[in-house]
């Protein structure tokens, strides 16, 4: 029922930024959390970072200080910009939202999670 679809990623040098962007779509009611993981090859899906409907972030402490989270709860979208980017960060970064959204036959509503399919940030050395 309902979309996440990110934007943003690409490669970059160690010391760039970059702005991850997530836009949510569908018969949304609301949204509560939004959040930024991501995924390293051989390595489990981490939280980078997550914000609340009333715009409290929280971050992983491996982006600390380096990043800013940001939602705009008009247009159901997630920003995570990204300073100082590391070779550590390479991952693939997965949008991903609670949502409360109404059924495509039912037209009753539910609230469950959702996953974006991910965008690829290189930071090469």
């Known amino acids: 029922q309902v979309q996440l679809v990110e934007s943003g990623g690409g490669l970059v040098q160690a010391g760039g930024s970059l702005r991850l962007s997530c836009e949510a779509s569908?018969?949304?009611?609301?949204?509560?959390?939004m959040m930024w993981y991501r995924q390293a090859p051989g390595k489990q899906r981490e939280l980078v970072a997550g914000?609340?409907?009333?715009?409290?972030?929280n971050y992983a402490d491996s982006v600390k200080g380096r990043s800013t989270i940001s939602r705009d709860n008009v247009k159901n979208t997630v920003s995570l910009q990204m300073n100082s980017l590391k070779p550590e960060d390479t991952a693939v970064y997965y949008c991903y939202a609670v949502a409360r959204a109404i059924g495509p036959d039912s037209g009753v509503s539910t609230t469950r999670a959702y996953w974006g399919q991910g965008t690829q940030v290189t930071v090469s050395s």
């Open positions: 914000i609340t409907s009333g715009d409290t972030p």
């Open positions: 569908g018969r949304i009611v609301s949204i509560n959390f």
